[in-house]
């Protein structure tokens, strides 16, 4: 049963992560430079995950 559960702090990172691709690409189509911000923003967070993962 989830439905009071925490989100432990991989989970909040996988779901900022995937939040961070969500918008590069919608804003892919409008301005590059913004696009490109957000990859290297999500890059970050999937550096933190993979840290994460390995310990």
Same mark, same amino acid.
């Not at 049963?1 to 995937?18: A, G, I, N, S, V």
């Not at 961070?20 to 892919?28: C, V």
């Not at 990859?39 to 970050?44: D, Q, R, S, T, V």
């Given at each position: 049963? !989830?439905?009071? !559960?925490?989100?432990?702090?991989?989970?909040? *990172?996988?779901?900022?992560?995937?939040k *961070? *691709?969500?918008?590069?690409?919608?804003?892919?189509? +409008?301005? !590059?430079?913004?696009?490109?911000?957000?990859?290297?923003?999500?890059?970050? +967070?999937?550096?933190?995950i993979?840290? *994460?993962?390995?310990?």
């Open positions: 049963m !989830r439905l009071f !559960r925490r989100k432990t702090p991989l989970e909040k *990172l996988d779901d900022k992560y995937q *961070l *691709l969500q918008e590069a690409h919608k804003l892919s189509t +409008v301005n !590059r430079a913004q696009s490109d911000a957000k990859m290297a923003e999500a890059n970050e +967070v999937l550096k933190q993979e840290q *994460l993962s390995a310990s």
